[in-house]
C-alpha cells in the first residue's frame, strides 16, 4: 500500500513538472502582477499626482471618491479613543464587506506585500533545502488571534491603535511608498525569520491582520477553492505547497471545498495540482463528485 502511494504522489510530481510554466504558475504570476500593481498605483499617488489611489493600505482614497481603510486599524482606532471620521467608519466598511462577503482572506495572498518577501523565503528554503533542516520550532497558528486581541487590549491602555503603530504591514507599505527606512528593517526581519525559524512564520502563525480577515472570511465569503476528490490521486502536491496546509484537511477524504477563513485564496494549490481536482468556485456551488459514485 505504501508503495502504492510513492508511485502515485511520484507520479504527481512529474505530471505537475510537466505542465507549461505559466499553467503551473499563473495565480501566482497574477498575484505579483496585483501586488505589484497597487503598489504602483499607490507609489504614483503619492509622487506622480495619479487620482487612482492615494494614501497607504492603513487608508486612502480611490478615485478621489471613495474611501478605503483597514478594519482592524479602524477598530484599534475606537478602542484607543480616537475620534474617527465617517469617511474612514465607510471605507472600514467597504473593505469589511468585500473580503467578508467576497474575496475571503485573498487579502494576505493579492495585496499585502510582506507576502511576496515571506514567499521568496519559502522558495530560498525549498531550493536550499532549509526545510529539511527545520528545527521544528512550534508556534502555535492560533498564537495570530492573541496577537490580535493583544492589539486590541494595548490601544486603549497606550491611546494608540497599538499594533497598526508598529504594524509591519503599514509600516513596510509605507516604507515601499515612501522610502522610509524602518520598512525595510522589519521586511528583513520577517524575512530571515521565515527562512531560518518558521516556515510560513509571520502569515502563518503571528500576523493579526491575517486573522482578523481569517474571522471575518469564515462565515459567508463567496469565493473557494473547490475539491473534486473523484480526480484527485492523493499526490499531496497541493499541500506541500499551501502556507495554511490545514486547509486542506479534505484531501483523500472528503468531497468538499475549503471552507476555513484561514485559506488565503493563493491559488497555489491549483497550479500544482496536476489532475485539476482543485479549483476557484463559489462557497454554495457543488464540487465533483466522490470517488466511490458509479
Known amino acids: 500500500m505504501s508503495n502504492t502511494v510513492a508511485v502515485t504522489k511520484s507520479q504527481g510530481r512529474e505530471s505537475e513538472r510537466t505542465k507549461p510554466f505559466l499553467a503551473r504558475n499563473k495565480y501566482l504570476i497574477l498575484r505579483r502582477i496585483t501586488?505589484?500593481?497597487?503598489?504602483s498605483l499607490y507609489i504614483g499617488g503619492n509622487y506622480l499626482g495619479w487620482k487612482i489611489l492615494q494614501g497607504n493600505l492603513s487608508t486612502s482614497k480611490f478615485l478621489e471618491v471613495i474611501p478605503l481603510s483597514d478594519p482592524y486599524a479602524v477598530l484599534q482606532m475606537f478602542f484607543s479613543g480616537a475620534i474617527v471620521g465617517v469617511d474612514v467608519i465607510v471605507g472600514a466598511l467597504l473593505i469589511l464587506a468585500f473580503y467578508g462577503l467576497i474575496a475571503g482572506r485573498a487579502f494576505c495572498s493579492w495585496v499585502c506585500p510582506v507576502n511576496m518577501f515571506t514567499d521568496a523565503a519559502n522558495w530560498i528554503r525549498v531550493k536550499t533545502g532549509l526545510h529539511r533542516e527545520e528545527k521544528r520550532i512550534n508556534i502555535p497558528r492560533s498564537t495570530r488571534y492573541w496577537f490580535l486581541v493583544l492589539g486590541l487590549i494595548l490601544s486603549p491602555i497606550l491611546g494608540v491603535p497599538a499594533f497598526e503603530f508598529i504594524s509591519p504591514v503599514s509600516v513596510t507599505h509605507r516604507g515601499i511608498i515612501?522610502?522610509?527606512?524602518?520598512?525595510?528593517?522589519?521586511?528583513?526581519?520577517?524575512?530571515l525569520f521565515d527562512l531560518f525559524v518558521v516556515k510560513n512564520g509571520w502569515c502563518g502563525h503571528l500576523c493579526p491582520l491575517g486573522a482578523f480577515y481569517s474571522l471575518i472570511s469564515r462565515p459567508v465569503s463567496l469565493l473557494r477553492v473547490g475539491y473534486d476528490l473523484n480526480k484527485c490521486t492523493e499526490c499531496m502536491e497541493c499541500k506541500r505547497v499551501c502556507p495554511e496546509v490545514q486547509v486542506l484537511w479534505m484531501i483523500g477524504k472528503e468531497n468538499k471545498p475549503v471552507l476555513s477563513g484561514e485559506c488565503t485564496n493563493c491559488g497555489r494549490?491549483?497550479?500544482?495540482?496536476?489532475?485539476?481536482?482543485?479549483?476557484?468556485?463559489?462557497?454554495?456551488?457543488?464540487?465533483?463528485?466522490?470517488?466511490?459514485?458509479t
Open 178 to 191: 515612501f522610502g522610509i527606512g524602518l520598512g525595510w528593517t522589519l521586511i528583513l526581519v520577517i524575512f
Open 269 to 293: 494549490c491549483i497550479d500544482v495540482c496536476p489532475e485539476n481536482a482543485l479549483f476557484y468556485t463559489l462557497r454554495f456551488k457543488k464540487s465533483g463528485g466522490d470517488k466511490n459514485e
Open 35 to 39: 501586488q505589484i500593481g497597487i503598489l
